[in-house]
């Protein structure tokens, strides 16, 4: 004898199945290398600046000789936001990007405005700059 | 086929389990590593003041930074452990998921 299943009943069992099969938890974004690499190139450019700016003599080492570098970080930086802001889960990677994009604009703007930037300078941006940085990547990695 | 509840339970708790285990390193040698750039840097701004290559004001901001910086790494350990969460959570899901799909017989 074959028994007949009702379809209301055969569609609530394949919900089912569907559910059991297509359950992920998700608390944070998916993993991205295109955004682990734009992370790792803009905190390499961002060393290299203060790098070349103490290989260049105190004297020549103004603004404006640098002032383009400055912007192309700050684009890049702006970039890595704009792409976290379309990622679900978003939150703790805000907060460490808003830190670093305000960091780095308070680093331009101090250079800006005294013209020239000592050694001691130099090195302490540098240092600082690359705390902001180090967070964001291991974060982006820890999602691998 | 049969479907033993504690037996899924068991083993649904076996791989969160593991997959905190296998990656506890790394919130721990995270956690170390946020440490040891803190010290660094302290140690190479006070170097920086004593030897007045930087200015007083100059020196605070630094340190100003220093708490941003320890806003980002908590941020970032956070990424990190639900990251662990959500393996495990899920590795605990695909082992329940195949239990039902074998019961099943699909």
Redesign the interface.
């Known amino acids: 004898m074959t028994r007949v299943i009702p379809v209301r009943k055969l569609s609530a069992f394949l919900s089912l199945?569907f559910m059991?099969?297509s359950?992920?938890?998700?608390?944070?974004p998916q993993y991205s290398a295109e955004l682990e690499n734009q992370i790792a190139n803009t905190a390499k450019s961002t060393d290299k600046l203060y790098i070349d700016m103490m290989d260049t003599p105190v004297n020549e080492r103004t603004y404006h000789a640098f002032s383009e570098r400055y912007n192309d970080i700050e684009v890049e930086i702006n970039s890595i936001q704009l792409k976290n802001e379309a990622r679900p889960k978003n939150g703790?990677?805000l907060?460490?990007i808003k830190?670093?994009k305000?960091?780095f604009a308070?680093a331009k703007k101090y250079h800006k405005e005294h013209k020239i930037l000592?050694?001691?300078?130099a090195?302490?941006y540098q240092?600082?700059l690359s705390?902001?940085w180090?967070?964001?990547y291991?974060?982006e990695k820890?999602?691998k | 086929m049969a479907f033993d509840i504690n037996e899924v339970v068991a083993q649904m708790l076996g791989a969160i389990k593991d997959t905190v285990k296998d990656n506890w390193n790394i919130v721990k040698d995270g956690a170390n590593g946020y440490f040891q750039d803190h010290k660094s840097r302290l140690e190479l701004f006070a170097s920086l003041r004593l030897q007045k290559q930087i200015s007083q004001k100059f020196f605070e901001s630094r340190l100003a930074d220093e708490e941003k910086i320890l806003e980002s790494e908590l941020h970032s350990i956070a990424i990190i452990t639900k990251a662990i969460a959500q393996k495990a959570a899920n590795a605990a899901i695909d082992i329940f998921q195949s239990a039902v799909t074998k019961a099943l017989g699909l």
């Open positions: 199945v059991l099969t359950c992920k938890v998700m608390l944070v703790d990677f907060v460490i830190n670093l305000d960091a308070e000592s050694d001691g300078e090195i302490a240092a600082t705390g902001y180090k967070p964001l291991i974060a820890a999602l």
